[in-house]
């Protein structure tokens, strides 16, 4: 017999935590962005010299390369705060070191509308609109 508050789904909460939405944008209110270089360990520099180039680049996706190549991508979802801090520094590291606020999947990229759909977990509003994506090699296909 179930008691008003109890959850049939096993651990407390997780029966009505995840309801899985598809939310539906313009491309324009959204940022992706692509890894494009990492810094090099010390051993690899010559002897006595250090890098002295940003240690991460990031790279906004264009929409025709989010259809042909990050289609069903596994997206991070970063943080507000390293969204806000990468916006007055510009460095990468402060997107890419920063834990992430969550997960999501592209589910469709249609080029000639604009709109880019995203598979999220939970119903809630998204925390940011600023995406890390992977090489691509990540993706969920049904």
Not at 6 to 27: D, R
Not at 75 to 92: D, H, T, W
Not at 122 to 129: A, H, Y
């Amino acid at each position: 017999m179930m008691v008003d508050g109890e959850n049939s789904g096993g651990a407390a909460g997780v029966g009505h935590a995840l309801k899985p939405m598809n939310w539906t944008k313009p491309y324009e209110s959204l940022f992706f962005y692509n890894l494009e270089t990492v810094d090099v360990a010390d051993t690899m520099l010559p002897v006595g010299h250090q890098q002295v180039s940003e240690s991460i680049t990031l790279r906004q996706i264009p929409l025709e390369e989010l259809h042909s190549k990050f289609s069903h991508a596994i997206c991070a979802v970063c943080q507000p705060e390293a969204v806000l801090k990468y916006n007055e520094s510009g460095r990468g590291a402060d997107l890419t070191m920063s834990a992430v606020a969550g997960l999501v999947t592209i589910s469709a990229v249609n080029v000639e509308t604009g709109r880019v759909s995203l598979l999220s977990p939970v119903g809630e509003e998204l925390p940011s609109l600023v995406f890390l994506v992977g090489d691509g090699a990540q993706t969920f296909v049904e």
